[in-house]
């Protein structure tokens, strides 16, 4: 067997390949799922704190930064691993895919955290005293003036870091989780073959580029004419 | 002089070490226009911004028809319900329409259910000339008719009185006429107007009275043409041969 022969044989054996889809296909999809679900809670978490801050109660608001930077300081897979292998010797158990949801949702509920108090204090003073003259109160401000403009100014930033902690559900695989690249990784062991990676990998291309392109469309869709 | 919509007495108010005012008394009556004037830094805009409690006095009373809103368990909501502003850099809200930004408060400050908030709202911009500028983003507006949807946002809520702190000082000057026309038509519609402004040709026309204001003092007041005509304190007559040199 000459070089690009073995080449082809290790990472595009169709044989392989065949055979191993649909469990990549089924790591596709809990990968899909984890994702939805890192986004939907890690951002709803951040947005509920930064809310939480802009009532600046001091202890509370020292709680929140100190939270904040410690889930920005430590590497994701630290976290899954503490939350996994650590936290049963407290009797505190949890699968795979709970671990990683929720250390993600940690690590994003921070980042998002820090980047939507930067939009709502980014907001002009104006915009409150023009919605407070009017009499409406501290929250309907927050509600219908302040958050509207603040969200549309922390989209770049919000979708680059939603975009970034999804890949960090390959880190599930760690712990057992059989996303992509868990997945690909059981099937390669058990063909002794590489080339479920390389569907692992097509597996990441569809999934993300349609993503990013939805970040794009996103941030289109919210930009306003100033 | 009729009944005072507002009374402030002996307001107080400084930043840090600044006092900004200094015992300051101010009556509005129904209907009246009163025009503040006086140099820059003479705390004109934070007696202004103290009248619905953008700024927290430190000591005096403020009485709005008979109510003290100075105490703290008052609803300060809706006192400025009844009370109109309008800033001098506009404050729309740049993420709705024009019909967006008036109707805001209406919808969910008042509670009127949409169509009655929209309709409202339909007749205040047209009361500013903007009937046909309703579903345009502020950003596409020129500073003078951003200036007047902000007045329509605050006159659609029917308010006692409206402040205005200094409404015109932002706008290029060709704009300044459509703003100081729409005030006009509302002092002759009977709404009770503060105003504080560099508009003298304005004060002159429309102003009922006028209060001179100089270091967080009221050192003068009275009709325009006493104000402009005879100035008795001297801050006074420096301020207004300052003025009329340009």
Redesign the interface.
């Known amino acids: 067997m000459d070089g690009l022969d073995g080449f082809i044989f290790s990472f595009f054996n169709l044989r392989v390949m065949v055979e191993y889809l649909p469990d990549i296909a089924a790591g596709f999809l809990l990968t899909v799922v984890l994702a939805v679900l890192v986004v939907i809670s890690g951002l709803a978490a951040g947005l509920s704190l930064a809310v939480l801050r802009s009532f600046g109660v001091r202890p509370l608001n020292w709680l929140i930064i100190f939270t904040v930077d410690l889930f920005r300081a430590l590497p994701s897979l630290v976290i899954i691993m503490l939350l996994f292998f650590g936290l049963p010797t407290a009797g505190i158990s949890m699968s795979g895919f709970t671990a990683t949801w929720l250390s993600l949702t940690l690590v994003l509920m921070s980042f998002s955290e820090e980047i939507f108090w930067a939009g709502i204090t980014a907001v002009q003073k104006g915009q409150w005293e023009a919605a407070r003259s009017t009499g409406l109160g501290y929250l309907g401000t927050l509600r219908l003036v302040v958050l509207p403009q603040a969200i549309r100014m922390t989209i770049p930033p919000l979708t680059n870091r939603a975009i970034s902690i999804t890949k960090g559900t390959a880190l599930g695989s760690v712990v057992g989780v059989s996303e992509i690249l868990g997945s690909a990784q059981s099937a390669m062991a058990f063909s002794s073959n590489p080339s479920p990676l390389t569907l692992g990998a097509i597996a990441y291309l569809i999934l993300f580029v349609p993503m990013i392109g939805l970040g794009r469309w996103i941030e289109a869709r919210f930009a306003w004419r100033r | 002089m009729a009944d005072s919509i507002i009374s402030a007495r002996a307001i107080w108010k400084s930043f840090g070490e600044l006092s900004v005012l200094k015992g300051i008394d101010l009556e509005v009556a129904e209907k009246e226009l009163v025009f503040v004037i006086g140099p820059s830094g003479s705390g004109k805009s934070t007696l202004l911004r103290c009248l ?1 409690r ?1 700024e927290e006095p430190d000591s005096g009373s403020i009485r709005m028809d008979g109510t003290e809103i100075l105490e703290k368990k008052v609803d300060i ?5 009844r ?3 309008v ?1 001098q ?1 506009f ?5 709705m329409s024009a019909l967006g930004n008036v109707t ?2 209406l919808r ?2 008042l509670g009127l259910p949409r169509d009655a908030a929209e309709a409202r709202a339909l007749a205040a911009l047209e009361r500013v000339g903007l009937a046909d500028r309703v579903s345009h ?4 507006l020129s500073g003078g008719q951003q200036q007047r949807v ?1 007045i329509a ?2 006159i659609a ?1 029917e308010p006692r009185v409206v402040l205005f702190d200094e409404p015109t000082s932002a706008l290029d000057p060709e704009l300044v006429g459509s703003v100081l026309q729409v005030m006009r038509d509302l002092r002759e519609s009977g709404m009770t107007m503060v105003v504080v402004s560099h508009e003298m040709a304005f004060a002159r026309a429309a102003a009922d009275r006028v209060v001179f204001m100089a270091d967080g003092e009221k050192l003068e007041e009275g009709p325009p043409a006493s104000i402009f005509g005879n100035p008795r304190h001297e801050r006074t007559q420096a301020f207004i041969r300052q003025i009329e040199r340009h």
Do not use: D, K
């Open positions: 619905n953008l909501n809706a006192v400025r319900r009370i109109g502003m800033f850099s404050n729309l809200y740049p993420h805001l408060a969910h400050v983003m502020p950003g596409q902000a946002r605050a809520m």
